[in-house]
């Protein structure tokens, strides 16, 4: 079991910054890909960023690219999401999803957290 907690999340301007961070525990040991989803009201959940743990490699979605950045604490168990430049499309709840598995043979495992809201105003 891997618990997830998000955190950072309020409400900010249009062309403001927020950085939410997502604090991993449990059994984490196997985790190789932490990764931020996003939800706005009436709408499908959506891929934001990953970060692989080994290496630190980053991929983003078009809609954040320049604005978003994610980065990772190993030592903390911690993923974390630096909003830039915000404005109305971002305001949804944002989820942090990890994928890891304990050995090459067995399933991989997939946890969330709960949310936590990002409000732009303009």
């Known amino acids: 079991q891997v618990q997830l907690v998000e955190s950072g999340g309020g409400s900010v301007q249009t062309g403001g910054s927020l950085r939410l961070s997502c604090a991993a525990s449990?059994?984490?040991?196997?985790?190789?890909?932490m990764s931020w989803f996003r939800q706005a009201p009436g709408k499908e959940r959506e891929f934001v960023a990953r970060i692989t743990w080994s290496g630190g490699q980053a991929y983003y979605a078009d809609s954040v690219k320049g604005r978003f950045t994610i980065s990772g604490d190993n030592a903390k168990n911690t993923v974390y999401l630096q909003m830039n430049s915000l404005n109305d499309e971002d305001t949804a709840v944002y989820y942090c999803n990890v994928k890891g598995r304990v050995a090459w043979y067995q399933a991989e495992y997939d946890y969330w957290g709960q949310g936590t809201q990002v409000t732009v105003s303009s």
């Open positions: 449990g059994r984490t040991f196997g985790s190789y890909l």
